[in-house]
């Protein structure tokens, strides 16, 4: 394969003799045409690497030509051999987007000098624009997968978190199911998360937070799972070994929690009765140690059990009474912060 294909447009002898003889020794295929309206259809059905043009033999009519072709044949580099360096000739030189120059007295080694240098600035040019063109697809495939990856995350965020809700009101139903064999009132569940709710967006949480507390209102006794009938319906006083077995279930509660990723839920169960003077259970944990949600669940807990329905276990007090019991336990079993918004909230609650 040529080196490169050369067209000569001259009737120069020098430059005709030496484009032929020694470009064509180093492997270039050099068509010489003197007239310059036939070089030109040459040019267009054949795409040359190099045009040479001695400027001499090109009259302004053909200059015209020249630059047209140029403008279709816009990757020919053009070399102008001339002597003429007026401003008018390097203008017109330059409009015709010369490449180089080479004087007509020209040494015949700078005239292969010259195309070879002319060939490889084409062939890295075409690299170049070859390189371009593959960087500009590669930023299209870019773009269009980090799209599709946006676009994946987004779905499997929406599919995660419905997934983990419906998961989540499985277990609440599982719960609440627990709740009724603990003789507790249906809705047991449900005030307990409308009173923790009221209380915590009351006291500026996140809404991370204020959902924590809701979803673990719902699964707060979900512990008592593992705990028998006999106990957990049990009419009297329980004994010592029963309550030893009664006080497992939210530390129960959080191990079922942990194993189903539920993990800061799990944390506000296993602290829903702990006390806030250190009385309480699984870990006698006190004051800001415990959880503020769980501190928040608590008083919640504790409020409907005695409202509710339930008790042949506890006897139920009327709201005011009940009221009067937290205020009483704030700072022993409640945080009297919690008391102070529970205060401030519970009569504009049903
Ligand atoms: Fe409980």
Redesign the pocket.
């Known amino acids: 394969m040529a080196e490169g294909k050369v067209l000569v447009i001259s009737e120069e002898h020098a430059l005709c003799y030496h484009a032929k003889k020694d470009l064509t020794r180093e492997d270039f295929s050099v068509t010489i045409e003197p007239e310059i309206s036939k070089a030109i259809s040459l040019a267009r059905m054949d795409n040359f690497d190099v045009i040479i043009v001695s400027s001499k033999d090109v009259s302004i009519e053909q200059n015209k030509l020249l630059q047209d072709l140029k403008k279709e044949r816009f990757d020919s580099l053009i070399i102008a051999v001339t002597d003429n360096y007026s401003y008018y000739a390097i203008n017109n030189m330059l409009q015709l987007g010369i490449f180089d120059f080479l004087p007509e007295s020209f040494e015949p080694k700078n005239l292969f000098l010259v195309v070879k240098q002319a060939i490889l600035f084409k062939r890295v040019k075409n690299n170049i624009m070859i390189h371009e063109e593959k960087i500009i697809n590669m930023e299209k495939q870019i773009s269009l997968l980090s799209k599709k990856v946006d676009e994946g995350v987004k779905n499997s965020i929406s599919l995660y978190s419905t997934l983990q809700e419906s998961y989540v009101r499985s277990i609440k139903a599982l719960a609440q199911l627990i709740d009724m064999r603990d003789k507790y009132t249906y809705s047991h569940s449900e005030n307990v998360t409308k009173y923790a709710v009221a209380i915590a967006e009351n006291m500026s949480l996140s809404f991370q937070e204020v959902k924590d507390i809701r979803d673990a209102c719902g699964l707060?006794?979900i512990g008592k799972i593992g705990i028998r009938d006999a106990i957990l319906t049990k009419d009297g006083k329980l004994s010592p070994d029963e309550w030893i077995l009664m006080k497992q279930?939210?530390e129960m509660g959080a191990r079922i929690l942990r194993d189903l990723d539920l993990k800061n839920i799990a944390e506000l169960v296993k602290e829903?009765?702990e006390n806030f003077d250190g009385s309480g259970y699984p870990a006698g944990k006190k004051g800001r140690d415990i959880l503020l949600g769980a501190r928040i669940i608590s008083l919640a807990?504790a409020y409907d059990a005695m409202t509710s329905e339930r008790s042949y276990r506890n006897i139920k007090l009327s709201k005011e009474s009940a009221i009067e019991e937290i205020k009483r336990n704030s700072g022993s079993q409640f945080d009297p912060k919690v008391v102070e918004v529970f205060l401030k909230i519970i009569d504009n609650l049903v």
């Open positions: 707060h006794d279930h939210p829903h009765h807990d």
